[in-house]
């Protein structure tokens, strides 16, 4: 027998009794269990290939990567429920595995960093405190509240006001239907709104339920095309050269539900879409099947560039669960048939969709580690000028390359399959704040606002590359 065989049978031996003893304890779960997150570091290809094991059967061990393990001597974060914390421990000390506890209690990092701090002001009163607060919010007629997440419907009504406040540069748009009959919303902000010659830049976030600071950063955005419309001589010419398609909620079903999660971190923290579960052949969801059903599906996995290949998974169960096929979800369908709409193909130069965590500026392409398409130089430079420009407003500093060299691969992507087929130049993924797991997902509401001014001060950079590429003025 090889040594590769005989570390393989070695590993399968500790993990097997471990395996069995953990479903025998998921017989009898708490009702309301505690979780937690570890930061964990594999020093070896014996302790990568464990941690990868995990990850293969993390519906089994009710386990929540929120960053999958790469490399060794790379981080991975792994949510963990108290009802299965003694297994983990176990193996991972078998393994002489170490880790920290980054978040030791979910639930209260859930309450102290998310909860509405002034939900009761009025619209009138929270409009004249902004007059007295410099924080850099542009203000517009249609107020929002940027101190705090907002809910779908929250976000939908104010986009409505927009238009009917400033009906001469924007326009809500309604690019699909969920699974669920919610409308997927947008909003299109460009001078002369009908004119559809003008070159498109075109943001999206949310297309992961959880990734709640990345929805927000979307309507900062917009708030900032609009709200300094005709006073910033910079955005004034944003406006009037170009056209913006922004679409701050991707996955809504998704987002609702997670954001009616009170101290529940498994609904707080959903990835996928909600479609209807997938369940074992001849059964149906709520009929208890020994092999249980699992709902939804990860929309960044599902589009048509190299789906279904190494970077997604084909079980229902998976969190990276890519679909019984490429585009098998309506809001990956509404995402594409905008794009390859007579509306915007051939005119989206930028493509830029946002997610959290990891402070990454992430360009094409991530199927495959030292793959890199034709124009790699000129992704390149514009991402690392976005990085410097987004590090020069608080610091934060970010790194830039592929997905596949930097975090780790990923197919069936929306910026993938948006730069090879829908043509836009200029496609990147945003992994935005923090680095690492010291709250993760679960981003503190105070850092909202600054995370979305830094990025927009990378997204600009993006920006200019367009007017550029298109022999436009620079400035207004």
């Known amino acids: 027998m090889t040594t590769r065989c005989l570390?393989?049978?070695?590993?399968?031996?500790?993990?097997?009794?471990?395996?069995?003893?953990?479903?025998?304890?998921?017989?009898?779960?708490?009702?309301?269990?505690?979780?937690?997150?570890?930061?964990?570091?594999?020093?070896?290809?014996?302790?990568?290939?464990?941690?990868?094991?995990?990850?293969?059967?993390?519906?089994?061990?009710d386990l929540d990567f929120w960053k999958s393990p790469t490399k060794t001597g790379v981080s991975t974060d792994v949510m963990i429920p108290s009802t299965t914390l003694k297994n983990i421990t176990d193996?991972?000390?078998?393994?002489?595995?170490s880790y920290v506890v980054s978040v030791p209690d979910v639930v209260r990092l859930m309450k102290e960093y998310e909860t509405p701090k002034d939900s009761g002001i009025s619209d009138l009163l929270?409009?004249?405190?902004?007059?007295?607060?410099?924080?850099?919010?542009?203000?517009?007629?249609?107020?929002?509240?940027?101190?705090?997440?907002?809910?779908y419907s929250d976000m939908v009504n104010w986009m409505t006001k927009i238009q009917e406040y400033y009906p001469s540069f924007t326009k809500v748009i309604q690019i699909g239907t969920t699974h669920e009959g919610r409308?997927?919303?947008?909003?299109?902000?460009?001078?002369?709104?009908?004119?559809?010659?003008?070159?498109?830049?075109?943001?999206?976030?949310?297309?992961?339920?959880?990734?709640?600071?990345?929805?927000?950063?979307?309507?900062?955005?917009?708030?900032?095309?609009?709200?300094?419309?005709?006073?910033?001589?910079?955005?004034?010419?944003?406006?009037?050269?170009?056209?913006?398609?922004?679409?701050?909620?991707?996955?809504?079903?998704?987002?609702?539900?997670?954001?009616?999660?009170?101290?529940?971190?498994?609904?707080?923290?959903?990835?996928?879409?909600?479609?209807?579960?997938?369940?074992?052949?001849?059964?149906?969801?709520?009929?208890?099947?020994?092999?249980?059903?699992?709902?939804?599906?990860?929309?960044?996995?599902?589009?048509?560039?190299?789906?279904?290949?190494?970077?997604?998974?084909?079980?229902?169960?998976?969190?990276?669960?890519?679909?019984?096929?490429?585009?098998?979800?309506?809001?990956?369908r509404a995402v594409r048939d905008m794009l390859l709409s007579p509306e915007l193909y051939g005119k989206v130069d930028a493509f830029?969709?946002?997610?959290?965590?990891?402070?990454?500026?992430?360009?094409?392409?991530?199927?495959?580690?030292?793959?890199?398409p034709a124009d790699i130089v000129d992704l390149k430079t514009v991402a690392e000028n976005a990085v410097r420009a987004l590090e020069s407003t608080y610091g934060t500093k970010y790194k830039s390359g592929t997905g596949a060299d930097i975090l780790y691969a990923v197919t069936g992507a929306s910026s993938d399959w948006a730069k090879q087929e829908a043509k836009v130049k200029y496609a990147y993924v945003l992994e935005l704040r923090p680095a690492a797991a010291l709250n993760g997902f679960v981003l503190n509401t105070r850092e909202l606002v600054p995370t979305a001014k830094e990025t927009w001060a990378g997204i600009r950079v993006v920006i200019d590359a367009v007017l550029k590429l298109n022999n436009l003025p620079a400035k207004g």
């Open 183 to 332: 409308s997927i919303v947008g909003i299109k902000i460009g001078n002369h709104i009908s004119n559809q010659n003008k070159r498109v830049v075109w943001i999206d976030g949310g297309i992961h339920a959880r990734e709640w600071a990345s929805i927000h950063t979307a309507l900062y955005f917009i708030n900032e095309l609009v709200g300094k419309y005709g006073s910033d001589p910079d955005i004034t010419h944003y406006v009037n050269s170009l056209n913006f398609y922004i679409i701050p909620c991707v996955n809504p079903d998704g987002y609702v539900y997670a954001f009616a999660a009170k101290d529940n971190p498994r609904q707080r923290l959903w990835r996928k879409n909600r479609s209807k579960p997938v369940c074992p052949s001849g059964l149906s969801a709520g009929q208890n099947p020994a092999e249980k059903c699992c709902q939804g599906v990860d929309l960044n996995r599902n589009f048509g560039f190299h789906w279904a290949e190494p970077g997604s998974n084909s079980n229902p169960c998976s969190l990276i669960y890519q679909g019984h096929s490429a585009f098998s979800e309506p809001e990956t």
């Open 7 to 61: 570390r393989v049978t070695f590993l399968f031996a500790r993990i097997f009794p471990i395996l069995l003893s953990l479903i025998a304890t998921n017989v009898e779960t708490s009702p309301s269990p505690s979780f937690q997150v570890f930061r964990i570091v594999p020093d070896t290809k014996e302790q990568l290939k464990v941690l990868k094991d995990l990850v293969d059967n993390a519906d089994v061990y």
């Open 352 to 372: 830029i969709t946002m997610h959290t965590y990891s402070q990454l500026w992430i360009y094409p392409w991530g199927h495959h580690e030292n793959s890199y």
């Open 126 to 151: 929270r409009s004249f405190y902004r007059r007295f607060k410099d924080d850099g919010v542009a203000t517009n007629k249609a107020t929002y509240n940027f101190d705090d997440y907002g809910s």
């Open 91 to 97: 193996l991972l000390s078998s393994s002489n595995i």
